[in-house]
Every structure is written in structure tokens, then in C-alpha cells.
């Protein structure tokens, strides 16, 4: 069993950035594909950014598609998301989870079988 935890959330002006990181330990994440979502009021968690497995290939919501970034750390055993540019409408509660595949499909929520428990993130306009 893995536990996710994420940081680095905050508040932050419209065209500010932040990193979030996600620590992971219980278990290496590093043969895992990796993903962030994002939910704000509604009872639905939106994808944000995913990275896999494999090669490292990075997807990304068209929302946030260059402006944000999401790395890795194997021998840190973490996961980051950079923001860039940050906009009112990024405000949400920011979760990393880990995938459960072999084959990614990374805007797929319920192949994700461990979430961490989220941090805030608030963008003042």
C-alpha cells in the first residue's frame, strides 16, 4: 500500500506560480504512472496532468496545457506540479494519485488506486 501526501499548495495572485509535490512512501512510485487532478466545487475531480510509467511521456488538460508541468523524482520518490500563470479559475483542492495500469489512460479517475488528501490552492484575481 502507498501513501501519497502533497504540499506546496497555497495562495497565490492571478500570474503568480506554484510546486506542488507529491511524497510518496510505503511503496516506489517509480514503476507506477502518476496523475494530478484538481476539484473545486463540484463533486467531481477534474484531470490536471499525468505522467507515465514507461518513458515519461506527459499529458496534460487543454486548461492548463502550457502552464503547467508535472515531473518526477524516482529517487525521491516524488511527484511535482509546477504552475505557472496561475488563473482565478485554477482555485481547487489539488490531489496526486497513482495509477493502477499497465496501459495509461491518464484522464481515466477510476483506474487511480491510491490519492493523497489534497492540498488548497486559491488564485486572487
Known amino acids: 500500500q502507498v501513501q501519497l501526501v502533497e504540499s506546496g499548495g497555497g495562495l497565490v495572485q492571478a500570474g503568480g506560480s506554484l510546486k506542488l509535490s507529491c511524497a510518496a512512501s510505503?511503496?516506489?512510485?517509480?514503476?507506477?504512472?502518476m496523475g494530478w487532478f484538481r476539484q473545486a466545487s463540484g463533486p467531481e475531480r477534474e484531470f490536471v496532468a499525468g505522467?507515465?510509467?514507461?518513458?515519461?511521456?506527459?499529458y496534460y488538460a487543454d486548461s492548463v496545457k502550457g502552464r503547467f508541468t508535472i515531473s518526477r523524482d524516482n529517487a525521491k520518490n516524488t511527484v511535482y506540479l509546477q504552475m505557472n500563470s496561475l488563473k482565478p479559475e485554477d482555485t481547487a483542492v489539488y490531489y496526486c494519485a497513482k495509477n493502477a495500469r499497465i496501459y495509461f489512460s491518464p484522464q481515466r479517475t477510476f483506474e487511480y488506486d491510491s490519492w493523497g488528501q489534497g492540498t488548497q490552492v486559491t488564485v486572487s484575481s
Open positions: 510505503g511503496r516506489t512510485i517509480s514503476t507506477y504512472s
Open positions: 505522467i507515465s510509467r514507461s518513458d515519461g511521456s506527459t
